[in-house]
């Protein structure tokens, strides 16, 4: 009997222990990773949905987790260029605090959670003031390789690619790339006249060049940033 009884006990002990590793394990499972973030827009005079593009992005820019590095372009004549730059930043990790009653990292939170927002407005400024340059031909496999460049130098972080456009190049000057493991979304997309095997063509260049998965979004579809 004094065996069942201190099982017992060792059982009612233990229990909210697991309990409690097993909702630190759960939580530490759903946390988001920062990412790197290549956003370019098409800045060309057939792209008709640039305030539409932009507010796409604003909600983007609002998604990207903690610590993630965002670079917003340009698609342009020429893509590669630096002039093709809008706005590049770093989302500040706001150290959520593990114990709510620590007031020291309470305090350290609310300050950097406050520099967080204010470089989130600053992106977003940037880019609804930005002007197209409203280039007269379209370079999106030298925005290709620009995202390629910036993805190069955080290997670590999960890459992805999300383009703003109609997907209509006529520059044609492709480059050797690697875009391994990236997610390329093409959100806001312009239907054309031209339409028909497009989205095919762009499916098998990204994939024949490491992509993991390619997605189209047309204008009126909604887009969350969670799990890309």
Not at 97 to 117: G, M, Q, S, Y
Not at 145 to 167: C, Q, W
Request: hydrophobic share 40%; net charge positive.
């Amino acid at each position: 009997m004094k065996n069942y009884l201190i099982l017992i006990l060792i059982t009612i002990f233990l229990l909210p222990s697991i309990g409690c590793e097993f909702k630190k394990t759960k939580l530490e499972s759903a946390e988001v990773k920062p990412l790197a973030c290549f956003i370019a827009i098409d800045g060309t005079g057939s792209y008709r949905f640039m305030n539409k593009a932009k507010e796409i992005v604003i909600n983007i820019i609002r998604g990207l987790p903690d610590g993630s590095h965002v670079y917003i372009r340009w698609i342009t004549d020429d893509s590669v260029s630096d002039r093709a730059a809008i706005v590049s930043a770093i989302i500040p990790d706001t150290k959520k605090p593990i114990n709510p009653f620590d007031v020291k990292a309470r305090e350290l939170h609310k300050a950097l959670t406050a520099k967080k927002i204010q470089i989130q407005r600053q992106i977003i400024n940037v880019v609804m003031n930005a002007k197209s340059p409203r280039s007269e031909r379209t370079d999106i496999y030298g925005t290709i390789y620009a995202a390629a460049e910036r993805f190069n130098n955080v290997p670590d972080m999960p890459h992805l690619l999300i383009l703003l456009s109609d997907m209509e190049d006529n520059v044609g000057n492709q480059y050797s790339v690697n875009l391994k493991d990236t997610d390329i979304r093409i959100l806001g997309y312009q239907v054309s006249s031209k339409e028909e095997g497009r989205k095919k063509k762009w499916v098998d260049y990204f994939s024949s060049i490491g992509a993991r998965n390619v997605r189209f979004s047309h204008i009126d579809e909604p887009y969350i940033l969670g799990g890309f």
